[in-house]
Each structure stands twice: as structure tokens, then as C-alpha cells.
């Protein structure tokens, strides 16, 4: 390797870790360290790169070391692996392994239970047809940790005004037409956008046309119902843009799959993302995520995979994946499956081990 080249790929995965206080790593960034993820003191003579020194705070903190050394966000996983040979790995269970599996069956309410706090839910199960009607499909009581969701309709006109009561509130529009008014802005809204309203602000939604307006609200961190407000509260203008659209040209790659950002920190939430992404008919290799992971089927079937069980799954399904649970969403649609997905805490859905 010439001085000053690009570091070779070490290994197409990143390596979990356990940081311990006050302690000091050596990350290989030339990923020749026959100790990947870490230095082995010698691999890097030549190359022009030097290991990176990392030292651990006060507390033990869970971690991604990146093992391709491609990342924009060294020493850690940016999810740069999935666009590399063997980053984005098939399952590799056999017909009859799978087979051997527990179906998770629905309940009269639309949920099914896989492993662990892992479920499924139809979200819009039981909904009426007129007025304005919320029902928690994650929150504390349903294993969730950092995150609650709610499946919102709105057939009147306006929705009752809500306050963001200290949490960042993220929402997705599943159909029809509408505004929202946080604070003293008025936003329009369409189907697949994504919306965000800051700690602190209030908000309404408004529905436009004949259809329903049908909206997730997710709230980080999580908090076990929607709070009313009694009086409209301050626009953020430090933040002026808040909803976003669906636009192709800001698709990112992810091994057969991709994903566009929705709400991020463009728009001021730092510790909570949405995100809507596209999965070819394919089933994934099993993995995990450090951060906690709501799916909305937007449209086509698939099949959650968990160690023990699985469960069909199809447009208007809400999916709750803890932190550091095992799974894979299969497409079994020809034309793919559309997802859309809120995860905190955390801002990359590429970021999996």
C-alpha cells in the first residue's frame, strides 16, 4: 500500500463493543491489523495511516467499531459496509430451519407477539369512521424503552390542539391531505411526508379533501399519550423548515435496498430519525440495531423474522423492534415492499450488526 492511499477493507462488518471507563483503543484504520477492529502495532508501518486513539468516557457506552475502515465517521460503523462485496448478507438459514418456527398469531386487537418485546400490530384495527381517534401502538406497557407511537385519523376538520410536552415529535402521513399548524406556521401535508415538532412547541393537524387524514405520531422519548394543549405555544424559528417529502434524488444505497432521510437533524432532531426506504423481495441476514426501531408497512407483504417465530406482515402494520433484537424483514412482494421508520435513539438506519 502506496503512503497516503485509501485504507484497504479489514473485514465488511463493524464489531460491537462494550467501552469501559476511562480505558483507551488503538482502531486500526489501514485495515491490515490482523486484530481488527483494533490496532495490532505493526500492519500500518508504510501505509501512510495511523491507528486512532480512542478514550472512554465515565461510563460504559455500547459501540459500532467499523471494520471496512470506509467510513466517514471514524472509528465508528456510518453503515458504509452494506455497499461493500459481503456487507449486505443474505439469510443463510435453511427451508427447514425456517420452518421449524413459531407462527405468531394475530390477536382480535391486530397484534402479534414474536419474540421477546418484538411485535406486530395493525395499527388501524378497530378504527372509526368519523371523529378524531388516536390509539398507542408503541409506548411504555408494550416493551418499548425510548419511543412511544400513535396511529392518529382525523375525519373532522381539525384535530384537537396537542403540545409536544417536552419530547421531539415525529410524524408520518399514511393518507390523505392536510396542514399542520405548529405554533404560529402552517405547513401543508401529503402522503409519505414526514413532519417535526421541537420539545416545547404545540401543534394541530388539519384535514384537507374528502379522505381521512391518516398520520403516525411518534414521540422521543416516549411518553404514554398525546397531551393536550391549552393555548397555541411559540413557533422554533431556528428551525424553519419541518416537513419533507419524498424525492428520489435523495435516495442513499444500502446494499440491494435504499432509504431517503426524512426527519433528521436538517431539521433539528438530534436524537430521533425517520427515514423511508424500499426493500426489494429479498430476506436480509439476521442482525441487530443499538438504537429502538419503529416500521410502518406502507405498502406490499413481507414476512418478520425472529430467532423462535415470524409473522406475516402487510401494508398498515406497525413494527416494534427493541434495541439489540434480532431480526429480518423479508419482501415477498414482486414489487418490493415501501417502509417507513422512526429510530431512537439514533440518526442512520445503515448502522446494523
Known amino acids: 500500500m502506496a503512503t497516503g492511499s485509501a485504507p484497504e477493507v479489514g473485514v465488511p462488518h463493524p464489531f460491537y463493543w462494550e467501552l469501559q471507563p476511562g480505558r483507551r483503543y488503538s482502531w486500526c484504520a489501514c485495515g491490515r491489523s490482523t486484530r481488527q477492529p483494533f490496532c495490532d502495532g505493526r500492519s500500518h508501518l508504510g501505509t501512510g495511516h495511523e491507528p486512532l486513539v480512542v478514550t472512554a468516557g465515565p461510563a460504559v457506552e455500547e459501540v459500532l467499531f467499523c471494520g471496512c475502515k470506509q467510513t466517514s465517521t471514524p472509528p465508528y460503523c456510518d453503515g ?3 455497499n461493500l462485496a ?6 443463510d438459514r435453511s427451508a427447514a430451519e425456517l420452518a421449524a418456527l413459531r407462527p405468531a398469531a394475530r390477536r382480535a386487537d391486530g397484534t402479534a407477539h414474536l419474540d421477546g418485546a418484538c411485535f406486530a400490530v395493525a395499527a388501524a384495527a378497530g378504527r372509526p369512521a368519523a371523529g378524531w381517534w388516536v390509539r398507542m401502538v408503541i409506548g411504555p406497557g408494550l416493551g418499548a424503552l425510548h ?7 382525523l375525519a373532522d376538520q381539525a384535530s384537537p390542539l396537542l403540545d409536544s410536552a417536552g419530547a421531539d415529535t415525529i410524524l408520518f402521513v399514511a393518507g390523505g391531505q392536510g396542514l399542520i399548524e ?7 401535508l401529503g402522503p409519505l411526508a414526514g413532519a417535526y415538532v421541537r420539545a416545547g412547541e404545540t ?3 388539519r384535514r384537507q379533501g374528502a379522505e381521512p387524514l391518516s398520520v403516525y405520531v411518534s414521540v422521543c422519548p416516549l411518553a404514554d399519550r398525546l397531551a393536550l394543549a391549552a393555548s397555541a405555544g411559540p413557533f422554533d424559528a431556528r428551525f424553519p423548515d419541518r416537513v419533507v417529502g419524498v424525492d428520489p434524488a435523495a435516495r442513499h444505497g444500502m446494499g440491494p435496498r435504499y432509504f431517503q432521510m426524512l426527519v433528521d437533524k436538517r431539521l433539528g432532531s438530534t436524537t430521533a430519525a425517520q427515514f423511508i426506504g424500499h426493500i426489494p423481495p429479498s430476506r436480509a441476514k439476521m442482525h441487530r440495531h443499538l438504537y429502538e426501531e419503529a416500521l410502518i408497512v406502507v405498502s406490499g407483504t413481507g414476512v418478520l423474522w425472529n430467532d423462535e417465530s415470524y409473522a406475516p406482515v402487510g401494508a398498515g402494520d406497525v413494527i416494534f423492534l427493541p434495541r439489540k433484537h434480532r431480526h429480518s424483514l423479508e419482501c415477498v412482494s414482486a414489487d418490493g415492499m415501501l417502509v417507513a421508520g422512526v429510530i431512537h435513539p439514533g440518526d442512520n438506519p445503515a448502522i446494523n450488526y
Open 182 to 188: 405548529i405554533g404560529e406556521r402552517t405547513f401543508p
Open 147 to 153: 419511543q412511544a407511537q400513535f396511529y392518529c385519523a
Open 86 to 91: 459481503g456487507g449486505y448478507a443474505a439469510d
Open 203 to 205: 401543534y394541530r393537524l
Open 80 to 82: 458504509a459496509h452494506n
